[in-house]
């Protein structure tokens, strides 16, 4: 079945790119500028309700949506002192980061991280291992993006599984698609700052002539060892840089554009044995994207857009040598009497090349311990139908095509954690949304999913802890088909206000990582294993909310419920190991061994935040702004879940006029003590952040030009502040006070 859906939606791309390609063909010289569709939103269907611009240092409030979102636009990021997108969007209500290193902190989402959030540029995967491990880093920087969108809840309708808890993504000018003929537009950026005396800069150009749009940008960025207030953190620099070029054609009904892009990062991992053997990430991504836009001008469809995303990503995890390390030696017995559930056909497809063409660095006594190399393909089609008349309202609505597939390979003590693994998935997706009389909007969804995991598992003891036998090897070819659906509601109040309701049901298939893990992580200091028994995740989300985008009062305040049935996580089971599964059990071992395990779950909590102008001062205006979020997990036995965030309670207080954006804040994370089996309580603290802004326009040959210069400190009062969602919560602190600045040129 997989196999023929594979099929049938390459072949569908190909006649889309043999459509576009008529188009092109047919099309006039002068191309006509075709208003722009949402393209990042939970939905392909264009929302309402997002404000064009909002104050520089705080997220507008969005009321279009059927789902909670956020969105930090261009000035926000300028700001932001983040070198990853878990860093930009800690603090936001809802979203925390999981704090592991500088160069690898993944956004987490209502507690949720990892394979439960998809994370995503303009709309294709990042395509990276970052969910196989906290210790990998997204090879996305903040500063290469326009504007960051997080749809806070399932995402899974239209994005796959992988979304289940939420979808991040990454908007920038790559593949111009908004730009008129005759503009050129583009920015140029410097900052540095205190947090490892750090600097980054970049630039990014975008033009037209007639029918054709080209782009190109580069950033570059490095910091050293972060101070903290009981001192340096050892090994905790990061350097990073990337470059993209892009072009679109467009046409009288459509456009069709490419973009080749390059990421590459080296960060250190501080903490534990993970610092003493200066242990480093070193990674690189190679993406090529394509994609299409065909509006006919007569029939029942009234957009056609495809997308194709290629990507080739690899990284190693180098360290000085340890008193463990031994040979990658992999020849161990395969046991072929799996009685699995699911089918298995046991195709033995191991390949064990690592396809590593670039060169490894070894200064210092440096080594490669264990490489990664993923190989991602992802294609998707999505038509948009003309409204129609149902008579009780307006309907739209579009359906769509999705694949992905992800071949990972391993070698080294990579190879010890997960041996090379196989993803395949297939989906149809469908979204309807119906206008009635009264401002009321009515929106149903569905997606339908198959899923192949190919894989080795080992097959652990139950006790996981060592017997007569090492743990026999075991191929798995294993098939999940998963089901989703939502209603949602969305109804205008007056005066601005709109409330939303929804009601999702929807599934999630287990990963190769949960699946086939069997062995240490030397870069996150653990030893985990896989279950190649878990079933499918399912989750029941009930969510309500009511915001305000408009006026001197702005807010937005949501309150969500989820239960999980079979609800898979990371289980400390407090064994220590070595880097062997037979030393399992003994005392002060290297790494904590951590087994994916089962359970069914209950999530709930509330988000708030809002904004308020108070009066006029000085001829700008100054105003306040306040934020709340709580989210609770436990299992069914009324045990915590683990890694979870704290409460946190903020205000700030800010003016602004044409030129000028000062703001002094406040968010206190309070106590956590509803910590998981063999986690540690967290301590509340209080971090106070300030910022001030200067913009000045002028025209520069007829071109206008904006010119800002800001400065923005953190954690003021040098707290000390530990992450309760990271694994290194007992070894790392987050940075102390720190001062970043920074200069825009826009034109």
């Known amino acids: 079945m997989i196999e023929t859906a594979r099929r049938t939606v390459l072949l569908c791309t190909t006649a889309l790119g043999s459509l576009f390609g008529a188009v092109a063909a047919a099309g006039a010289e002068e191309a006509t500028v075709l208003p722009n569709l949402v393209v990042g939103a939970a939905s392909p269907i264009s929302r309402e309700g997002t404000p064009d611009d909002g104050l520089p240092g705080l997220s507008p409030v969005t009321t279009g949506g059927f789902i909670a979102t956020t969105i930090v636009d261009r000035d926000q990021l300028d700001l932001s002192r983040g070198q990853t997108l878990g860093d930009v969007l800690d603090g936001e209500p809802g979203l925390t980061s999981s704090g592991f290193a500088p160069g690898a902190s993944r956004p987490v989402i209502r507690g949720l991280d990892n394979e439960r959030v998809r994370i995503q540029e303009n709309g294709i995967g990042a395509h990276d291992v970052s969910a196989l491990g906290e210790d990998h880093g997204v090879p996305i920087d903040p500063m290469s ?35 008129a003929p005759g503009i050129t537009r583009g920015r140029v950026q410097a900052g540095a700052g205190s947090i490892g005396g750090g600097v980054d800069g970049g630039a990014s150009v975008t033009t037209r002539s007639g029918s054709v749009a080209l782009h190109a940008d580069a950033f570059a960025r490095k910091s050293n060892d972060y101070d903290t207030p009981d001192g340096a953190q050892p090994n905790s620099g990061v350097e990073a840089d990337g470059q993209s070029i892009g072009a679109t054609v467009f046409f009288d009904q459509g456009h069709i554009g490419t973009s080749l892009t390059r990421y590459g990062s080296v960060y250190e991992i501080p903490g534990g044995e993970e610092a003493e053997l200066q242990t480093r990430i070193d990674m690189e991504q190679i993406k090529w994207r394509a994609l299409g836009e065909y509006r006919p001008a007569s029939g029942f469809l009234k957009a056609v857009r495809g997308q194709i995303g290629l990507s080739r990503y690899d990284h190693d995890e180098i360290a000085l040598p340890h008193e463990h390390e031994h040979g990658d030696d992999h020849d161990h017995d395969h046991d072929h009497d799996d009685d699995h559930d699911h089918d298995d056909d046991h195709d033995h497809d191991h390949d064990h090349d ?107 003891p139950a006790d996981l802890l060592p017997g007569a036998d090492d743990p026999a090897l075991r191929d798995h070819n294993l098939d999940f088909l998963t089901g989703s659906a939502s209603l949602g509601a969305l109804q205008e109040l007056g005066g601005g206000i709109v409330a939303r309701a929804t009601a999702q049901y929807v599934e999630r298939a287990p990963t190769a990582t949960e699946l086939f893990s069997k062995g240490s992580h030397h870069a996150s200091g653990t030893f985990e294993i896989g279950d190649p028994n878990l079933d499918k995740e399912r989750a029941t989300t009930f969510e309500i909310g009511i915001g305000r985008a408009t006026g001197g009062f702005r807010f937005d305040a949501s309150a969500f419920y989820t239960r999980f049935d079979g609800f898979i996580y990371k289980r400390l089971t407090g064994v220590t190991c070595d880097e062997d599964f037979a030393s399992c059990g003994g005392t002060d071992g290297e790494f904590d061994q951590v087994a994916y395990d089962q359970r069914d779950a209950v999530f709930y909590g509330a ?26 997990a436990e299992f069914s036995g009324g045990e915590n879940v683990p890694r979870l965030p704290p409460e946190r309670l903020g205000a700030g207080i800010w003016w602004a006029d044409d030129a000028w954006w000062a703001r002094v804040g406040v968010l206190h994370a309070f106590d956590q003590t509803r910590t998981g089996l063999n986690e540690t309580d967290t301590d509340g603290y209080d971090l106070v952040d300030a910022e001030i802004t200067w913009t000045t326009a002028f025209t520069s040959d007829g071109v206008p030009t904006l010119v800002t210069f800001g400065v923005k400190g953190t954690n003021l009062l040098d707290e000390d502040i530990r992450n309760s969602v990271s694994f290194k919560r007992d070894e790392v602190l987050a940075p102390g006070r720190a001062v970043r600045a920074y200069a825009t040129l826009r034109f």
């Open 145 to 179: 993006a326009e504007r960051v969108e997080v749809i806070r809840g399932p995402g899974t309708l239209r994005w796959g599984s992988t979304a289940i808890g939420g979808v991040v993504d990454v908007s920038n000018d790559r593949i111009p698609v908004d730009i």
């Open 354 to 460: 690592h396809d590593d063409d670039h060169d490894h660095e070894e200064a210092e006594g440096l080594g490669v311990h264990g490489s990664y190399a993923s190989r991602d393909q992802e294609a998707r089609i999505e038509a948009e139908h003309v409204q129609i008349d149902t008579g009780l309202g307006a309907l739209n609505g579009a359906f769509g095509l999705q694949l992905n597939h992800q071949k990972l390979s391993t070698t080294g003590e990579a190879g010890e954690l997960l041996l090379p693994a196989e993803t395949t998935a297939v989906a149809g997706f469908v979204f309807e949304q119906l206008q009635l009389d009264g401002g009321l909007r009515l929106q149903a969804a569905g997606r339908l999913e198959q899923v192949r995991v190919k894989g080795t598992g080992a097959d652990f």
């Open 607 to 632: 988000e708030l935040k809002g904004q308020l102008d108070v009066a006029p001062l000085a001829g700008g205006m100054l105003g306040l702004d306040g934020r709340f979020d709580s989210v609770r």
